[in-house]
């Protein structure tokens, strides 16, 4: 019970081997040990939180992380330790968040800044990370049953997997991801509100979905977030294109977005192909 922290002198090993699991009846803070690449499979739950600082996974390893309460991970990096990429990594707040690289403090300030509930400056993004962190991993799942997902500076690589590599994410409020790079094959990301600034998506299958199904006005161009949307606010790129469409003066669900795409000016780029990027309902309905 309380808080469990691991330190060095009690998690020093120099050999490979199958499974680390811990179970923690209060807070787990893993921030005073950050090497586990020699280790296959680590599992672990709280029914507190779950705080992981500069630790370091290999991309072969399995990491599954539930939690009751927060979940926060400052310069968490899972590392090309083999071309053989095989690594799956899921997270889950049962209660909470999901932190990668901020802080429940640091969006609550953000939030409590905003002139709530039309306009809000979750389009500013948290501090920036001097360099991006790194996930390698053929599979990537995050889960915020009751809270929201913020990721910020973190670059998601599939390695040398050419099928079957996806990121998911799903949250009851809001998924915000800023500064990062995702380059698996398969998207799906799915909450009540979706903010993304300066993401890039290199796969050609990514599925976004918000509680209206729509994309919030003049994506690209900086807006204010509006809840219930997905926000494009700007420096998004879907397979090297951006998504800046300022002559979409209102929000539009599939159909009107694509055909937006379709006949942007000229001026500001011109027809664009967003044809893989599907906008749907929480329910998958297609407007």
Not at 107 to 115: M, W
Request: glycine content about 10%; charged content about 20%.
């Amino acid at each position: 019970t309380g808080v469990q922290t691991c330190a060095s002198d009690l998690l020093d090993w120099d050999v490979t081997f199958e499974h680390l699991d811990v179970v923690s009846a209060g807070v787990y803070d893993l921030s005073s040990y950050n090497d586990f690449s020699s280790i296959l499979n680590v599992d672990i739950r709280a029914m507190g939180s779950v705080l992981m600082e500069n630790a370091k996974f290999s991309n072969k390893s399995n990491l599954s992380v539930w939690a009751d309460q927060e979940v926060t991970f400052k310069g968490v990096s899972i590392i090309a330790q083999t071309t053989d990429v095989s690594a799956k990594l899921a997270a889950v707040s049962k209660s909470k968040s999901i932190y990668l690289n901020t802080s429940k403090v640091e969006i609550d300030a953000l939030k409590l800044g905003d002139p709530l509930p039309v306009v809000n400056n979750l389009k500013t993004s948290p501090t920036k990370m001097v360099t991006k962190t790194v996930m390698q991993a053929k599979a990537v799942h995050f889960t915020a049953d009751n809270g929201d997902i913020f990721v910020n500076g973190v670059s998601f690589e599939k390695g040398n997997v050419v099928s079957g590599s996806e990121f998911q994410a799903r949250a009851k409020g809001t998924i915000g991801i800023y500064d990062s790079a995702i380059d698996h094959s398969k998207v799906a990301i799915a909450a009540n509100t979706v903010v993304l600034k300066d993401v890039t998506f290199s796969g050609n299958d990514v599925t976004l979905r918000s509680q209206t199904g729509f994309v919030a006005a003049e994506p690209g161009t900086g807006k204010g977030v509006s809840p219930g949307h997905v926000n494009f606010v700007s420096g998004v790129y879907y397979k090297n294109t951006e998504v800046r469409l300022p002559g979409m003066t209102s929000p539009q669900g599939q159909a009107g977005f694509l055909d937006a795409a379709a006949n942007n000016h000229a001026d500001h780029g011109g027809a664009k192909d967003f044809s893989g990027l599907k906008i749907q309902t929480l329910g998958g309905v297609t407007h």
